[in-house]
């Protein structure tokens, strides 16, 4: 493999292995720590401070990124590629495809702080980010359960499953060409799984095993060939179900 890919997959791996770090460390301090010791957001609408808004940017920042790039790591690689044969190089551009990419789950985390704040606000969540309204949680579910069955979904996911046909067809020259497809893909990622991302509200913004359930699917679900849609469908039961399951308390 050439040095330049080496050099993205190396760097790739160890954004990944922070972000997941990091993540892990959040989650110990919400579990272990007493309750006098830890950072909560807080329960008033108005008693949120900058610095409030900025740590839980941060975290669903960081959480994007560690549950989306192990799924765009193809798509990347494919694009490293193709610089290679182009540029005679790859980590340069490559590194400006993958900020954009990240640009893209970024802008989403700031709408995702709003409503966690907001939720605060309304009392919908606990200060330990747990969702404290289970028909909240079970339309959240039936909500991603019946995004997996449309037309919007599919054409998104058949996207992301191909991606030498997303370089080719999106190819743009140069630095700004680079920065414009990254961003492209990366929409055409929050397009496929936005609805997966909102479940962490359902299940707890910190639980570490929700955070490992939905990358494990949203991997797998961009890893099977472009003409089967089964697991997508599979997918999208098991969300209704839990849905239903939430909304009538089912043990």
Not at 1 to 22: D, G, N
Not at 48 to 61: E, G, I, K, S, Y
Not at 224 to 248: A, D, M, Q, T
Request: proline letters at 4%.
């Amino acid at each position: 493999m050439p040095k330049s890919r080496t050099i993205v997959i190396l760097i790739l791996l160890a954004v990944i292995i922070a972000a997941w770090f990091y993540l892990y460390y959040q989650h110990w301090q919400m579990t272990s720590l007493p309750m006098s010791d830890m950072w909560m957001p807080p329960a008033g609408i108005h008693s949120w401070r900058w610095t409030d808004f900025w740590l839980v940017f941060t975290m669903w920042a960081v959480m994007m990124a560690a549950m989306m790039l192990p799924s765009a790591v193809p798509m990347i690689l494919v694009y490293a590629k193709i610089c290679e044969q182009h540029y005679q190089t790859a980590h340069h551009y490559t590194f400006l495809f993958i900020l954009a990419y990240l640009v893209v789950w970024i802008m989403f985390s700031i709408l995702l702080t709003a409503l966690q704040w907001r939720m605060h606000g309304l009392h919908i969540m606990s200060p330990m980010m747990d969702m404290q309204h289970d028909q909240l949680a079970a339309i959240i579910f039936f909500i991603a359960g019946i995004y997996q069955f449309t037309p919007q979904k599919n054409k998104f996911l058949q996207s992301c499953r191909t991606p030498m046909g997303f370089v080719l067809t999106e190819w743009r020259e140069k630095y700004s060409g680079a920065f414009h497809m990254g961003f492209k893909h990366g929409s055409t990622c929050l397009g496929c799984c936005w609805a997966q991302m909102l479940i962490m509200f359902a299940v707890g913004v910190m639980n570490l095993l929700g955070m490992v359930f939905i990358t494990l699917l949203v991997l797998i679900e961009k890893i099977f060939p472009p003409h089967h849609r089964f697991f997508s469908k599979i997918i999208g039961i098991l969300f209704i179900v839990w849905s239903i399951r939430i909304f009538f308390n089912i043990k």
